[in-house]
């Protein structure tokens, strides 16, 4: 049907005119002249930003961030962070009279005797496995869409660090509470800081102002849960999103939108309504996970107490992959001169997650090294046009999954009654060939996808619809796909594999010729094997082919029965055998 | 203003590039943009979702007054009314905000794409310039680069006031060696409160244990009885942290086997009672206490990291990353058929640390530590 716009509603416009001063302006104005708002507002509030649903997953965290402050305050309301020893009086039977920490009480007081608090207490929770886990995804979308690159570099930097100070974060506020599940994490933590050469027990005895377990370290992690971590990590987020807005949002490739421009729509009103909505939204889902899902219910896992243990002792989730290194790491302890050296606990522990942590600070430094490339980046790359990049992370993820999942070797024994024995053994060679094979197959899934697209570029899209020719022979009618789209796959970078200068203008040998050669070859593994766009004269070549074929074909072709009439891909007026679609 | 676009596309189109930029898609109106009875519409479910909002407000204040906590909490899925109440009630005046300012964005607010340029990250060569020009002129006026004394003196100042920054943190707490010479019981990584003669007594009751009570199979968590001072016994009072220290060292299982299958360490053929072994409950991986007893084959697997133990051959290491045996405490009974301790243990227990001098079984000789 067409449109009159004619009837357009006066609102569905962007060009909004001023209106004259009223007491808004008043306030305006006083405003301005102590603030000089209007200069620093005027770009900004229409600032333009894109629309694809994997933009939302970094503002999951920067939202789940704000419930976390939010309803943290108010659990330091009733928290008290206190190894002293009281008798706990509280509502909850089962632990009345019971010896426990000034720490554990008070948690207690506040899940069974204060209206709501074991709502926020679970919506903390809750709000922080979010933080976490969209902090994660956000990070693959990022890699994977090669947002990382040039000149986002940094950007990149300072998410990494949110993500390990979210973790570490974690880590303290679970261990608060004095029950005990994270007593055992931190008479862990206490072994693994041991394991140190040199310096490990001094570590350990500084820590924890003594000998385990003391009681000085739940008031410390208490300051560097409320006050050191959170400042950190709330400086970061600010200066996250300060570059996001200074170097505007990356953008998918399509009709319109190149990398000089950006593409969407203004801040004021349409991302303020979306955004803050979406704020609610998230925060409304953590209140219900608040109210209707139980988590960390410390009450059934009792008080720390040193002598004790539950079986099945898990960290959360987002500690769980170096304690699966920890768990399949075999015992290799070293004895010398009166010093013992866990290099059991010490490699798996302390050494990987550091290594981990460096290599994914490195990966657009690395990329951008082995590429040459030095450009600014702002269209967003599909993953499969970048195949070693994938394959990369899905082989770093397959590592971590596997660690995560040799993590919880003892459920997995106990759910598929198989011996943990040998689930350890798999999981020892798993983690160094499982991710060789998803490097491998990454690749060339995402090589396929490549001639996959390049095929619809040339031949079209494959319409469903068998042809019988005259001889007999059966073949599936193609049809050209939409300008939009063919634009689209082609709307991207060909890959040029980096070649080093090997002497300057001179005739005078480069230096660093070696790391320059070993580059190259990096490079062109990098790129080996991808498909590159068409260039136009092929997509000609194809194109005149087809129209040859349809040529030949067209006598057969029935007028209703050219095969766009079932494809869903166009307009089907005027079409009688369709009816009265 | 999709005439803006510059770039890829019209007639400046590279020969390698395919297909030209065919600019952004004309724009289409929705329902509520031409039918001013739909836009009506839209701004009547939009405010019924701001109106739902606040009853659920108003029903979570009611929850607050009227649900009981405290001991009705396992009313409903073990969470309480208040709490689902509360949590639900919450939950959807926040959604209903949320929903209904998304639905004003995508049904009411324009929805027509804006384009806006970009800038290289990069400033311009004269903004470089500028700052370069401001820079030096800094320096310049400031003399740093032609008086090296003083940039080189207050570099090293204020570099040597990270030192009362770290040296503020040594007291912390005390060094290990420090520890081990403080005056509780048991002080310091290398030794516990057992000491030679000491009864050991189950865990929470601290009771002692009678060999005699044992039977074959039976394993009993128990401790120093130190760690249970009356006044009958003469141990003195442990509280707070002191005795969660002790806890932490001393706990320990004690199981009873058949004599036949003990392979007793080398020099420890006197260490069981009639097939009744001791052993440190700390893992010596990372410490956790361990009580998974497998009665049949005598292993002990500690729950966090799966090490397993042969309690029956010197605690010896069969299965896990644990790098060391389990420290075994020497029993004996006393004049009436209690299990006590004939030393402290052997060697340190719990975690690897540095200064550990690890020796093996033969060569721990007695214990005097």
Not at chain 1, 283 to 298: E, K, Q, R, Y
Not at chain 2, 33 to 47: H, L, M, N, T, Y
Not at chain 2, 238 to 248: P, T
Request: hydrophobic letters at 45%; a negative charge; aromatic letters at 10%.
């Amino acid at each position: 049907m067409s449109i009159d716009t004619s009837r357009v509603a006066t609102s569905n416009s962007s060009a909004a005119t001023a209106k004259k001063p009223g007491k808004a302006g008043a306030v305006a104005n006083w405003a301005d002249e102590r603030l000089g708002l209007g200069t620093a507002m005027k770009k900004n509030l229409r600032k333009v930003f894109p629309d694809h649903w994997s933009f939302m997953l970094g503002e999951i965290a920067l939202w789940s961030f704000v419930i976390l402050l939010l309803t943290g305050v108010f659990l330091t309301l009733w928290y008290h962070p206190s190894m002293t020893e009281v008798v706990y009086e509280g509502s909850y039977d089962p632990l009345r009279g019971v010896v426990m920490s000034d720490a554990m009480a008070s948690t207690l007081h506040l899940s069974f005797d204060v209206r709501g608090g074991l709502l926020l207490r679970q919506m903390h929770h809750w709000a922080c496995m979010i933080f976490i886990a969209s902090m994660m995804v956000h990070l693959l979308r990022v890699y994977f869409t090669g947002a990382y690159r040039k000149p986002r570099e940094l950007n990149w930097v300072i998410g990494s660090l949110l993500l390990l100070l979210g973790t570490l974060e974690g880590f303290t506020g679970y261990s608060l509470p004095d029950d005990l599940l994270s007593g055992t994490g931190i008479r862990a933590a206490d072994g693994f800081m041991k394991s140190m050469p040199v310096v490990g027990s001094y570590m350990s005895f500084f820590l924890f102002g003594g000998e385990f377990p003391g009681e000085q370290i739940i008031p410390r992690l208490y300051t560097v849960h409320v006050l050191l971590i959170p400042g950190i990590l709330l400086a970061l987020i600010g200066a996250h999103m300060l570059l996001l807005v200074y170097h505007k949002h990356t953008q998918w490739p399509g009709p319109g939108r190149t990398e000089e421009n950006v593409v969407g729509f203004p801040m004021l009103p349409v991302y303020a309504a979306k955004a803050g909505g979406f704020f609610f939204i998230v925060f409304g889902v953590t209140a219900l996970m608040g109210g209707l899902l139980s988590i960390n219910p410390i009450w059934k896992y009792g008080p720390y107490d040193p002598t004790k243990v539950t079986a099945g002792s898990q960290p959360d989730w987002y500690m769980g992959w170096p304690d699966g290194a920890l768990r399949i790491m075999p015992g290799w302890e070293f004895h010398f001169l009166g010093h013992s050296f866990a290099f059991n606990v010490f490699l798996p522990i302390i050494v990987l997650p550091g290594l981990m942590f460096t290599i994914l600070l490195l990966l657009p430094f690395i990329e951008a090294w082995i590429t040459g490339d030095k450009r600014e980046h702002h269209l967003l790359e599909r993953p499969r046009n970048a195949p070693t990049r994938t394959a990369l992370m899905v082989s770093l993820m397959t590592f971590y999954g596997l660690l995560w999942a040799a993590g919880g070797n003892d459920i997995i024994a106990i759910k598929l009654n198989a011996s943990i024995n040998q689930i350890t053994y798999f999981m020892r060679a798993a983690v160094f060939i499982g991710p060789a094979i998803a490097f491998f197959v990454t690749r060339r899934w995402c090589i396929s996808l490549q001639r996959h697209d390049e095929a619809k570029l040339l031949h079209g899209y494959e319409t469903g619809i068998i042809m019988r020719s005259p001889e007999g022979g059966y073949s599936e009618r193609h049809l050209p796909i939409s300008e939009a789209a063919a634009y689209t796959l082609t709307a991207r970078d060909r890959d040029e594999v980096y070649v080093p200068e090997l002497t300057d203008a001179d005739g005078v040998q480069a230096p660093g010729g070696r790391l320059n050669g070993l580059r190259a070859k990096l490079s062109t593994l990098w790129f080996a094997d991808n498909v590159q766009k068409p260039t136009r004269e092929e997509l000609e070549a194809a194109h005149h082919h087809a129209e040859h074929e349809h040529a030949l074909t067209a006598a057969m072709d029935g007028h209703s029965a050219d095969g766009h009439q079932f494809d869903g891909h166009h307009a089907v007026e005027g079409e009688s055998l369709r009816g009265g679609h | 203003m999709s005439n803006e676009l510059t770039g890829p596309g019209g007639s400046n189109l590279p020969a390698e590039e395919p297909i030209a930029n065919p600019g952004l898609p004309e724009h289409t109106w929705r329902p509520t943009d031409v039918d001013e009875g739909a836009a009506r519409r839209a701004e009547r479910q939009i405010s019924t979702l701001y109106l739902l909002s606040m009853v659920c407000v108003v029903l979570f204040c009611v929850t607050y007054f009227v649900a009981d906590i405290g001991d009705n909490w396992e009313t409903v899925l073990g969470l309480g009314a208040s709490t689902i109440g509360l949590g639900v009630f919450l939950g959807l005046a926040l959604l209903f905000i949320g929903a209904g300012t998304i639905q004003w964005a995508r049904k009411l607010m324009s929805d027509v794409e804006m384009v806006e340029m970009r800038h290289p990250a990069r400033s311009s060569d004269e903004d470089r310039g500028a700052t370069l020009a401001a820079l030096s002129a800094g320096a310049e006026d400031s003399g740093i680069g032609r008086r090296p004394l003083v940039r080189n003196t207050l570099l090293a100042s204020v570099g040597m006031l990270g030192a009362p920054a770290v040296i503020l943190l040594r007291d912390l707490g005390p060094t290990p060696s420090q520890a081990a010479e403080a005056d509780y019981p048991g002080a310091g990584l290398e030794k516990t409160v057992w000491t030679a003669g000491m009864r050991v007594v189950r865990d929470v009751v601290g009771t002692p244990i009678k060999a005699s009570d044992l039977e074959i199979g039976d394993l009993v968590n128990a401790e120093p009885e130190a760690i249970f001072p009356t006044e009958e016994n003469g141990y003195p009072e442990m509280e707070g942290a002191v005795l969660n220290i002790a806890k932490s060292k001393a706990a320990v299982v004690v199981v009873r086997m058949d004599p036949d299958s003990i392979i007793p360490g080398e020099g420890r053929d006197n260490w069981s009672v009639d097939g009744i072994v001791c052993y440190s409950k700390i893992c010596t991986h990372v410490g956790c206490p361990i009580s998974l007893y497998e009665r049949t084959t005598h292993h002990l697997l500690c729950p966090c990291h799966q090490s397993t133990f042969d309690l029956s051959d010197s605690g010896r290491v069969v299965f896990g990353p644990a790098g060391r045996h389990l420290p075994q405490l020497p029993l004996a009974v006393d004049e009436e058929g209690f299990l006590v301790a004939q030393s402290d243990f052997t060697e340190p227990v719990g975690p690897t640390f540095w200064e550990r001098d690890t020796k093996d079984i033969g060569d721990q000789g007695e214990a005097d530590l």
